[in-house]
């Protein structure tokens, strides 16, 4: 079966510097999809690719098998919601207007404001733990709780696909852990989900497809209980490790052996 999201033989650049050059990958449907791997490696680059942010120098990406450059914006909207690595809120803009941004898609100059939409952006402030912030500025709330009013917007957009540049960034360990399974019940409800994850182990434990990237390349990808060994945490990291089971889900866990000075 093909994958409706798909990059095939993309190579990507950032002026004259080349980040990956015919780099293909098919993303499994209704799975919860990790990108792992050291900064600067490609794994944000690939995102903003897959969401035509980027447009490769050669090669493509497909969402149903079409080409993403020929969706119309809206179109397109609706079926991948975004969450970049540093969003800008307007200056002034509260919570519950910019959850509510996420809505633009379904909305139309004939289209008024519907009970369905109120709905949605209603959900998603629950679902992110912030409904309690609704009528806060946000520019007053801390990195997290940005962090989390963000994730609510993309959530109120209600697309089958969310690609999500680190989205535990600013987070306290407990909403890190809170939000990973959110996305994990989103995936065990039929939801695509692609995450970019500094976390290794988180990504082992939440994730059921697991992608490392090297130097613009895919080095590995698959299950992590497969794939994941002492060799590619080398090859990936530079960083020698023991992998262990997770005692809390049997998921490889790496613990690392490097000592320090």
Known sequence: MTARLSAQEITLRYGE??????????????????????????KSTLLRAFVRLLRPDTGQVHLDGREVGGYPSKALAKVLGFLPQDPLAPDGIRVRQLVSRGRFPHQSLLAA???????????AMIAAGVDDLADRPVQELSGGQRQRVWMAMVLAQQTPYLLLDEPTSFLDITHQYQLLGLLARMRDEGRTVIAVLHDINQACRFADHLVAMRDGRVAAEGDPAEIVDAALVKDVFDLPSVIVPDPVTDTPMVVPTLQGD
């Open 17 to 42: 510097r080349v980040v990956s050059t015919r780099l293909s990958l098919d993303i499994p449907d209704g799975a919860f999809t990790a990108i792992v791997g050291p900064n600067a490696c490609g």
């Open 113 to 123: 404001w519907s009970a369905r939409d109120e709905e949605a952006v209603g959900e």
